[in-house]
């Protein structure tokens, strides 16, 4: 899986302003389909998983999101990212009892479901590395966050 071919600026959205996580899950869907990156199935079965299986992870002093679902509601793999004004809460993927104040959400759409776990590996790595964090907490524009992740994923 080429990582460089996963991001895109139009699939990234800065600064967003969502109250919840079905917001937050829902402009990103609505980035991926309006580019037929998705079926129009895969908002209703990220949000179903979701439920299930919580994907708030908390790395280090960093919360994020990695919500997806599987590979048959995409047609072109890709991940979404937002990175939000103002925290938004997830249950935690380890503890669904405990919340996650996540500050970046980065959608999964991919179409391999065999990778998912590799891909949410490679992703907690990177987000080990506090050049990561503090960069993304800092980008600028959707060209900068892009070159930052494909420097360290």
Do not use: W
Request: negative net charge.
């Amino acid at each position: 899986m080429e990582v460089e071919k996963l991001f895109q600026e139009k699939h990234i959205m800065m600064n967003l302003e969502k109250e919840t996580r079905e917001e937050v899950i829902t402009a990103l869907f609505d980035k991926l389909y309006a580019s037929n990156s998705v079926k129009e199935s895969f908002l209703e079965n990220v949000l179903k998983r979701e439920k299930v299986y919580p994907t708030g992870l908390k790395i280090k002093n960093f919360e994020i999101a990695i919500p997806h679902t599987e590979g048959v509601h995409v047609n072109e793999s890709t991940i979404a990212i937002a990175t939000l004004k103002t925290p938004v809460s997830f249950q935690c993927m380890e503890d669904p009892e405990e919340e996650v104040q996540a500050k970046i959400v980065m959608m999964m759409a991919l179409k391999d479901g065999h990778n998912h776990l590799q891909m949410i590996s490679r992703i907690v790595k990177m987000f080990q590395k506090q050049e990561v964090l503090s960069g993304l907490e800092h980008a600028e524009t959707e060209h900068e966050i892009i070159n930052l992740i494909q420097q360290y994923l």
